[in-house]
């Protein structure tokens, strides 16, 4: 189950960093709008992009969002999502359309084409949480 306060972070218009592993071992790194679809944290990519590629070979994923909140003690709030993706085709449009009410704002056309192609969706399920935040309170 998700914390409430980590639910916040997701549905917010804050942009994830993505880090994914490459086939050499070293990090892959690129930004994302991240939503929520029950307990998984869900992104859409229309392209077959090198993340998609590197979750099917190695499913570990972690997400890097910076809050724009600071702690009681003056320092900036992050959350870290460790977890392991599985990517599904299809329903990408769909939901780069609900991500962009909330990234880009109300009553947008995402994505700005006509008959997008169907893409992909990323689904992520947690497994711990770290950061500056309620979320990573020890």
Do not use: C
């Amino acid at each position: 189950m998700i914390p409430e306060a980590v639910k916040e972070v997701l549905g917010s218009n804050a942009l994830a960093h993505v880090s994914t592993v490459d086939p050499d071992g070293r990090p892959q790194v690129t930004l994302a709008w991240v939503g929520l679809d029950g307990d998984e944290i869900v992104i859409a990519t229309m392209p077959d992009q090198r993340k998609l590629k590197n979750i099917r070979r190695d499913p570990r994923v972690t997400l890097s969002i910076v809050t724009g909140q600071k702690n009681p003690i003056g320092l900036d709030e992050y959350l870290v999502v460790y977890g392991t993706g599985r990517v599904t085709a299809g329903g990408a449009p769909e939901l780069l359309q609900e991500l962009a009410e909330t990234y880009i704002g109300p009553g947008v056309k995402f994505p700005p084409m006509p008959d997008p192609p169907p893409g992909y969706v990323t689904r992520i399920t947690p497994e711990r949480y770290g950061g500056i935040g309620p979320w990573n309170a020890g």
